[in-house]
């Protein structure tokens, strides 16, 4: 028998097709994907759980990206200093897909587990169980701020009359190369520093 035209549609060529739709536009749909794929919208169905479950699979591909092995080492708060910046810089690859994901809740079995590895290593570092997801979050809130400010440009204040705002003028002249780096480094420093004060008062 002679080889299909097409090769055969698979979870994994659905979820690269919707994540290039995503990317290209912030959003997909299943005909979308389907017609970029050469196949009927049934098809596409056969293989996934609706349209719930392509974004799984995105979330999957994109979380992949992140290195949870940084979670079973050293110090709590290093830690989870190094899971922030692989985190950051695995959706900073794909900043049209921050929205779409944030807004869904999360089920993907293998993204689970890196959180289930976050929550055992802040109970281990003596953590009171209510301030656990609390501290995730935070850093969740910091994490994919700083990479939609990868996304944005590096001159994202334009002043067309310096003299209406010096002050302003003075402080953007003075800023330097990377400004989204450094405003995500000052940003985690100072949430480490009060979840350490977090451990200390409890």
Same mark, same amino acid.
């Given at each position: 028998?002679?080889?299909?035209?097409?090769?055969?549609?698979?979870?994994?060529?659905?979820?690269?097709?919707?994540?290039?739709?995503?990317?290209?536009?912030?959003?997909?749909?299943?005909?979308?994907?389907?017609?970029?794929?050469?196949?009927?919208?049934?098809?596409?169905?056969?293989?996934?759980?609706?349209?719930?479950?392509?974004?799984?699979?995105?979330?999957?591909?994109?979380?992949?990206?992140?290195?949870?092995? &940084?979670?079973?080492?050293?110090?709590?708060?290093? +830690?989870? @200093?190094?899971? =922030?910046?692989?985190?950051?810089? #695995?959706? $900073? !690859?794909?900043?049209?897909?921050?929205?779409?994901?944030?807004?869904?809740?999360?089920?993907?079995?293998?993204?689970?587990?890196?959180?289930?590895?976050?929550?055992?290593?802040?109970?281990?570092?003596?953590?009171?169980?209510?301030?656990?997801?609390?501290?995730?979050?935070?850093?969740?809130?910091?994490?994919?701020?700083?990479?939609?400010?990868?996304?944005?440009?590096?001159?994202?204040?334009?002043? &067309?009359?310096?003299?209406?705002?010096?002050?302003? +003028?003075? @402080?953007?002249? =003075?800023?330097?190369?990377?400004? #989204?780096? $450094? !405003?995500?480094?000052?940003?985690?420093?100072?949430?480490?520093?009060?979840?350490?004060?977090?451990?200390?008062?409890?």
């Amino acid at each position: 028998m002679g080889r299909p035209r097409t090769p055969l549609l698979d979870r994994a060529r659905i979820t690269t097709t919707a994540l290039e739709l995503v990317d290209e536009q912030g959003e997909f749909s299943v005909p979308q994907i389907a017609r970029r794929l050469g196949v009927q919208t049934a098809s596409v169905y056969h293989h996934v759980d609706g349209r719930d479950g392509i974004v799984e699979l995105l979330r999957e591909r994109v979380a992949a990206a992140i290195d949870s092995g &940084s979670l079973d080492h050293g110090p709590w708060d290093t +830690a989870m @200093a190094a899971w =922030a910046r692989s985190y950051r810089a #695995a959706f $900073a !690859a794909h900043p049209r897909a921050i929205p779409l994901l944030t807004t869904s809740p999360v089920r993907a079995p293998k993204v689970l587990e890196q959180y289930e590895k976050a929550v055992g290593l802040l109970l281990a570092a003596g953590f009171p169980l209510p301030d656990v997801m609390p501290v995730i979050i935070a850093l969740e809130n910091l994490v994919l701020g700083s990479a939609l400010d990868m996304a944005a440009p590096e001159r994202m204040w334009e002043l &067309s009359d310096e003299t209406a705002t010096p002050q302003l +003028a003075r @402080a953007l002249g =003075a800023l330097g190369e990377g400004r #989204a780096d $450094a !405003a995500f480094e000052l940003a985690l420093a100072g949430y480490l520093a009060h979840c350490r004060e977090m451990l200390t008062d409890g």
